[in-house]
T-cell receptor, first 113, second 110 residues
Framework: EAEVAQSPRYKITEKSQAVAFWCDPI?????LYWYRQILGQGPELLVQ????????DSQLPKDRFSAERLKGVDSTLKIQPAELGDSAMYLC???????????FGPGTRLTVL | QKEVEQDPGPLSVPEGAIVSLNCTYS??????FMWYRQYSRKGPELLMY????GNKEDGRFTAQVDKSSKYISLFIRDSQPSDSATYLC??????????FGSGTQLTVLP
């Protein structure tokens, strides 16, 4: 069964360091999402891609966060510099189109010390 | 006020109990209503999806939507220990972007 892959699964870093997360969506899925889920809360959308284009990054803290999906397949989310408040689960999801079911990856658990 | 409010829990029930999970929302433009299940250290998975008021049943699970009251519910019949997870309601408008509730952690005791 096709799944969304994410790596690393866990990341511990010190504040002010740079971190990067990788996502490989289900093959053929044109729409890719990055969410942040703080412990005890629901996921919040950070950025949505349609193929290689950003559809919505209104909730992405652009002073420190960046996201790219250069070839319209896999994607990278970067934080530089990391802050204590960035500790959360970062989830990637993909869907065939923006009107189809979103399938979530297992997430990357980030801890900033 | 958050767009989606979910009963926070946590909820602990004996095996076989009927479980009721609830969310309210504020924006009448929301048209699509979903329930996700999230096991520990995993991503959410879609459990139920509906776009109209009324009930939708799938096995032991029933999703209920009342658009006039802006209220959605998920009922689990004959709950099992394997149902222990966090349940997230999610609501979307015409653009299909998901707004999630904060989740309810459910534990079903054997």
């Amino acid at each position: 069964e096709a799944e969304v892959a994410q790596s690393p699964r866990y990341k511990i870093t010190e504040k002010s360091q740079a971190v990067a997360f990788w996502c490989d969506p289900i093959s053929g899925h044109a729409t890719l999402y990055w969410y942040r889920q703080i412990l005890g809360q629901g996921p919040e959308l950070l950025v949505q891609f349609q193929d290689e284009s950003v559809v919505d990054d209104s909730q992405l803290p652009k002073d420190r966060f960046s996201a790219e999906r250069l070839k319209g397949v896999d994607s990278t989310l970067k934080i530089q510099p990391a802050e204590l408040g960035d500790s959360a689960m970062y989830l990637c999801a993909s869907s065939l189109t923006s009107y189809n079911e979103q399938f979530f990856g297992p997430g990357t658990r980030l801890t900033v010390l | 006020q958050k767009e989606v409010e979910q009963d926070p829990g946590p909820l602990s029930v004996p095996e076989g109990a009927i479980v009721s999970l609830n969310c309210t929302y504020s924006n009448s433009a929301f048209q699509y209503f979903m329930w996700y299940r999230q096991y520990s250290r995993k991503g959410p998975e879609l459990l139920m999806y509906t776009y109209s008021s009324g009930n939708k049943e799938d096995g032991r699970f029933t999703a209920q939507v009342d658009k006039s009251s802006k209220y959605i519910s998920l009922f689990i019949r004959d709950s099992q220990p394997s149902d222990s997870a966090t349940y997230l309601c999610a609501i979307a408008g015409s653009a299909r972007q998901l707004t999630f509730g904060s989740g309810t952690q459910l534990t079903v005791l054997p």
